[in-house]
């Protein structure tokens, strides 16, 4: 049966456009999730098979009701009002939707309670949609894992070319989703490149904001030092406004003590048309040759034009900037020691119902259920077990941990912004994720164009702790001067 939608309805909506039409009651948060369902049933589950979702609300509609009742006799919220989020599927609910995180082993996990930032989202007046696919365990069970997949939610693809260009991840249905309407605004999480690769891969705006301003409690970790959740969105006012909503002090989450009183409740103020006029911003591309040549994420004259587009909307750019540390080998300690740890714990507290509450036994379901579990293999979870102990006080892990800290901070993006007195770091496409994911810093990636092929190439700001209100003005000013992006198309 052919539904017939509101006229409004076919165009990319903004959180804005869609606020407006709600306060006139030219559409309802109702017909709007209803209209989503019918994308994600016809280009996600069907047609391009695009598979970026794992599992739909089945309350949803009831709570868009709920929605559309409480602005007709209290009025609205807020700008989120009504509006649908998902929710990348490391990211708890304690409604009737799943937390598996991509794995088969946790595919009948319940959450008791909301993640922090889910209950954000409920106080906001978001509607939460479902649960996106996503690379599983955030890329933590296989180096020859493709981006993307996972052995319960199948392969999510690109849709500038599915089946064709690299998808990105791990926090990739939750890009797909939003670069395809299948949503309005989504959230990913990101330990490196996990929220900054899919958004340029897929040409949508993705904020990975400082470590500490978005309470992490109720996420499946993959690091202590590094996680974060973050926006998606298809323009940087919608990533702005549905940032706001998600920053506040959480007890349970540490990270987020220092937060408190430098974070902002609402960051559509740094939206700046001419917020590039006077900025200093350096640029970055002195990256490895390989990540050039084999990756093929590079394109020298989007990237040239990007940086034109810095000049001639004002700022004072400084090319080739002198990063001391950005070449050197990273350890791989941090990560390795810190997801045996906080995996480990993780599972150790889930329902005693779950086959799973232990590291060990992880890799043993798996192993029991290699044909549909094992496409990848696991050897990056078996190597994790097999460290010593399952403990944070080996020595290789110490240094590790203090030497991230000082090369990505003090030698690293501290460094270049106080010598060269720059308001934020540009890169090419995602080149930057891991020294900012060292140190903990915030970047922003935005559209900036698409290859011959097709494939779409973004750049990305990055600045110091907390500077997200600087990073959005600069990607705001670039994106109304550019205007770049542009949907993909579905037969």
């Known amino acids: 049966m052919e539904i017939i939608f509101n006229e409004i309805l076919k165009d990319e909506l903004t959180i ?3 606020q407006a039409a709600l306060e006139t009651e030219v559409l309802t948060s109702k017909e709007l999730v209803m209209y989503y369902l019918d994308r994600i049933a016809k280009y996600d589950q069907s047609g391009p098979t695009l598979n970026s979702i794992l599992e739909i609300n089945p309350d949803a509609i009831f709570i ?16 989120l009002h009504g509006i649908p989020v998902l929710l990348k599927d490391n990211i708890e609910t304690k409604d009737n939707m799943h937390t598996s995180a991509g794995t088969l082993a946790l595919e009948a996990h319940f959450s008791t309670k909301d993640a922090f930032l889910v209950g ?74 996990s929220i900054l690769s899919p958004a340029v891969q897929n040409s949508v705006v993705g904020i990975k904001p400082t470590v500490g301003l978005i309470s992490r409690s109720g996420i499946v970790p993959f690091t202590y030092t590094q996680d974060t959740p973050g926006p998606f969105a298809r323009t940087v006012t919608d990533a702005a406004t549905l940032l706001g909503a998600l920053t506040d002090v959480d007890q349970s989450d540490p990270a987020t003590y220092k937060s ?76 390795i020691y810190e997801m045996k740890h906080a995996l480990g714990n993780y599972l150790a507290k889930l329902p005693s119902h779950l086959p799973v509450h232990s590291g060990k036994e992880l890799i043993e379901f798996n192993k ?38 000082y090369f990505s901070q003090d030698k690293g993006i501290d460094y270049a912004l106080r010598k060269y007195k720059l308001d934020a770091i540009l890169f090419p496409s995602y080149i930057g994720s891991t020294i900012s994911a060292k140190a ?40 109304e001067a550019t205007q770049l992006r542009k949907p993909p198309r579905f037969q």
């Open 120 to 193: 954000k989202l409920r106080e906001a007046g978001a509607i939460i949609l479902g649960k996106t696919n996503m690379t599983e365990l955030a890329n933590g069970m296989s180096t020859t894992m493709w981006a993307g997949y996972s052995s319960r939610g199948g392969q999510t693809v690109n849709p500038y070319g599915p089946g064709e260009l690299f998808v990105g991840g791990s926090s990739t249905g939750s890009a797909v989703a939003v670069a395809s309407n299948l949503t309005v605004v989504s959230i990913g999480t990101e330990t490196d490149a």
């Open 64 to 79: 868009a009701e709920g929605l559309d009742h409480e602005r007709m006799t209290k009025g609205a919220r807020g700008p």
């Open 16 to 18: 804005k456009e869609i």
């Open 368 to 405: 029991t259920n290699e044909e549909k579990a094992l496409k990848y293999g696991q050897n990056m979870l078996e190597y994790r077990e097999g460290l010593t102990r399952n403990t944070l006080a080996n020595p290789e892990y110490l240094q590790a941990k203090l030497e991230d800290l």
């Open 260 to 335: 408190e009183g430098v974070s902002c409740q609402d960051y559509t103020g740094f939206l700046d048309a001419e917020g590039l006029n006077g900025a200093r911003i350096g640029v970055y591309s002195n990256a490895p040759d390989e990540f050039y040549s084999d990756s093929g994420e590079y394109d020298e004259e989007l990237f040239k034009n990007a940086i034109e587009t810095l000049r001639n909307k004002g700022a004072e750019v400084i090319e080739e900037i002198d990063i001391p540390s950005f070449h050197r080998e990273w350890s791989w300690g941090v990560p």
């Open 440 to 479: 903990g810093y915030p970047s922003i990636a935005l559209p900036a164009g698409y290859m011959g092929s097709g494939r779409p190439f973004g750049i990305t700001f990055t600045g110091s702790a907390f500077s997200e209100g600087t990073l959005i003005k600069l990607g705001y000013s670039f994106e």
